[in-house]
């Protein structure tokens, strides 16, 4: 007589234990790097669109010929177009004449290195879209995202970059 043998199917315990402690070591992994990535997202989104505003800004210059400003502080930028007095402006900033382009916060200190500059931190856009001043800015944070500064090479050039600890340098 030939015996039937039937095949049982199914998981062991160990096999759903394992695949378990899988899954929660994955978890675990998660919870610890997600913060730290969207930090990194939010420093890198913030410093280009800071750059996105300072390009607009130069380009508004040139198209208008008339000078636009840029004031830091030390978690907001405001961008002045110079119309004071009428209709083109004088090239120096009044800040409760000219009028307000644009006021933005970051979530980050500004911390500027510019060589030319002392406080309060003015960057100006010419007419012709040079601009004023030469070195850095960087948003003040502990993680090392892709960019995380503006610097300004020569007067017709802003890069993003990415801050070493000492030097930011233009990718």
Known sequence: MK?????????TLLE???????IGILVAIATIQVP?????????????????????????AMMSNRVQFLTLSTRQYTIYDDTNPAPDGNGTLDPGLDRIV???NTNYDIIPNLATMTAPITITFERNGLISNLG?????STVKPDYDCLVFSAATRINLGQYDGTNCNAK
């Open 3 to 11: 015996r039937l043998i039937e095949k049982e199917t199914g998981f």
């Open 16 to 22: 759903l234990m394992v695949t378990v402690a899988i």
């Open 36 to 60: 730290a990535m969207i930090t990194r997202y939010n420093v890198e989104r913030q410093i280009k669109e800071m750059y996105s505003d300072m390009m607009n800004a130069r380009a508004k």
């Open 102 to 104: 644009l006021q933005k």
């Open 136 to 140: 850095n800015i960087r948003l003040g």
